[in-house]
Every structure is written in C-alpha cells, then in structure tokens.
C-alpha cells in the first residue's frame, strides 16, 4: 500500500511538471536500461513518471539489508531487487542470474552512482549487459523539451569504448536537469584506459 501511495504522489508530481513519454518500448523487455545523465532528485521522479505511461515497471539492484522489516516489502513493490554486496565480485553473477530466472526484466543501473560531477562511469551494468547476453537500453530525459523515453537496443560486443560512443550518440540530444554535472563525453565515460573486466 505504501508503495502504491509513494508512485501515486511521484506521478502526480511529473505530470503536474508537463512532462511527456515519447517512443516504443524495445522487444524483448529484457535488457539492461541506462539510467544517465544523474544529475537530480528530478530524475528519478520524472523516470518513475515516464516509465509508467510506457506500461513497464523496471526493477533495480538494492542492498540485501533492505529487504528486512520494515522496509522490505515496499522496497519490493517499487521494483527493488536484493543483491549481497558483501562479495562484490558476485553482484554481477547474481544479476545474471536474475536474468535467467525471468521472461521479462529490465534492470535499471545509473552509472554515474551518483548525482554530483562523477570522474567516469562504473561498468558494472555493461559487465551485467555482456554476462547475462541482452542488450543494452539507454534512457533518455531532456530537461529542455521536458519529454523522455527508453532509445533502441545496444548489444553489448566485449568492446567498451566502441560500444559507449553508440550510447553517447543516443544521449546527444538530451539536455540534463544540470549540465555541469553529466558525464558527456567518451573519455568522461571510458575514463583512462578502462578495461572490460572493471566491476562497477
């Protein structure tokens, strides 16, 4: 209920604020979905709000400790998914197999991990992504036409930098809510010299 509660007042919110979801959500609903540029608290609101008028409900990783009482079940009602980070060489083998286990999944991952000006991307969704064999979705939200929706499927090939300037050529269109603070160019995302193995 709380849950419910919690999407009804975030809804509102974004649609209050004119936002409109554009596009078609890619087949089949199994991929990794880019969550970037993180920028702002918006973001995650103006996602929960696209996302529902697309129909889809996309899930993402969070720390097995919040699964516990109390906040468990609605952690699980909005998508949440438990991974055991105390051998975080495993995360991406327990996604994987999540992967396995489901018809249809669309793991949400914000590369950045963080809403300030990030040094580069973490590569754990990509290392999920080329692991569990689906592609990758990238999300889009342009702040200046206030209009946002899922761009097309990106498969993953071993080659990181290669297969970053497909997503980057996505994202040129799109205007965050803070500029300053995305991560926009090749380098910015690859940083020095990333290799495919780096866990994020």
């Known amino acids: 209920m709380a849950a419910r509660a919690v999407r009804r007042l975030l809804l509102l919110l974004y649609r209050l604020r004119g936002w409109k979801a554009v596009g078609e959500v890619p087949e089949p609903r199994r991929f990794v979905l880019i969550a970037a540029p993180h920028t702002s608290n918006w973001d995650f609101v103006n996602f929960l709000g696209l996302t529902a008028d697309k129909g889809i409900r996309p899930h993402f990783m969070a720390k097995l ?17 438990a991974v055991d980070r105390r051998n975080s060489g495993q995360v ?27 040094a ?3 590569t754990g969704f990509y290392q999920i992504a080329l692991a569990a064999k689906v592609p990758m979705v990238v999300g889009m939200m342009d702040y ?7 761009g097309p499927l990106i498969w993953p090939t071993g080659d990181f930098r290669a297969d970053m300037l ?7 269109s799109c205007v965050p809510k803070f500029p300053d603070r995305a991560v926009c160019s090749i ?11 780096e866990r994020g």
């Open 187 to 197: 380098d910015d995302i690859v940083g020095s010299e990333v290799e495919a193995g």
């Open 92 to 118: 991406v083998q327990q996604m994987v197999d999540e992967f396995a286990r489901r018809a249809e999944f669309m793991l949400t991952v914000a590369p950045e991990g963080t809403r300030g000006k990030a």
């Open 144 to 150: 200046r036409t206030r209009t946002g929706g899922l």
């Open 166 to 172: 497909k997503v980057l050529e996505v994202y040129r």
């Open 65 to 81: 400790s919040l699964f516990r009482w109390p906040l468990g079940g609605f952690i699980r009602q909005m998508g949440g998914v």
């Open 120 to 122: 580069k991307w973490r």
